[in-house]
């Protein structure tokens, strides 16, 4: 496979936005694969081959999409038509919030993939989800699916580890005196995620043409017209519909719960992931040379954790696999926890840890030890 970090790297073959974008300024590179993840390739369509499933197009994976889609519109048609106390109101907020969540995890993330389907049309009709819900399907498929797949948790690269001046995640960011409190306060920001991405990261980013240190190709025709479309459908149904039965303040309120609700789900499930003590964050290089090989990158820098929790694989879409997701990013994550054990397998014969935590608590308390570990002098 070549070192470069270009749009193929991230092993995404089917989901790679337009042409014209830069991985890196500086275009990064990785050393060329030591056998490693030639290895995993050959494993996993060993186990395809010896199951007959299809890496796409799980039946599960339809059934769950049935089921968040209604749980979405059941909460937000007894948020707004239904409720009519303020307890009424407050839990269908919150669990429109948790909802929302649902849609991204195990929904729009795998369409936007290129993983739901073998039809492209239905991972783009799916993938337009993130629209419907206040995101914006093209953006993101840039930030996550380019950006951060190919440079996880290396600083000046991956945008999702940079929160400042809120907070230190990595080691060569900036440390600010009020870092030495971010493992408190922090819980409370990851709610503000959602309506930042609401109301300014997708425009900033739009207008700069920029994600960080990398440039962003901006949308032409259909692209751009589906962007501001869907804006402004979001904001019809998450305002302007309630508005005609509810007061401006009630709707505002139960907007606000619901987003921080969503904001804290996702930023903590990212967090998780990348942001604890049991994952690396490679030194920026001096040159182009990023120092290993793209998937042992993407394995040290993951972490899987609550691997054996059924029920939150089920909600978080498999993303509690995250080390298999990055390894197999166009893959249903239906396959995530067999895959799991042939990555556990390979890395065990190459001599590359793979780490992950068991429980949730456990990477609960992980992230805390990192955020207290980067907030010190």
Known sequence: MTATATLRVTGDEGAAPPAGALASPERLKFEPDSGFYAQLKDEADAYFARTGLSPKDAPALYRKTAIIFAWFLSSYLYLVFGANTWWQAGLAAVSLGLSVSGIGFAIQHDANHHAYSKQR???????????VVGGSSYIWRYKHNVFHHTFPNLAGADDD????PFARLAPAQPRRSLHRFQQYYMWALYGFLAPKWHFVDDYKNLINGRIGPHRLPRPRGAAMVAFFGFKLFFMTWAFVVPMFFHPWWMVLG???LAAGVTGTSLAIVFQLAHCVDGADFPAPPEGQSIGMPFAEHQVRTSVDFADGNRLLTWYLGGLNYQVVHHLFPHVCHAHYPALAKVVAKVCEERGVRYRHEPTLSGALAAHFRWLRQMGEA
């Open 121 to 131: 049309w239905v991972n783009g009709l799916l993938g337009f989800s993130l629209d």
């Open 254 to 256: 139960g907007y606000a």
């Open 161 to 164: 580890i940079d929160l400042r």
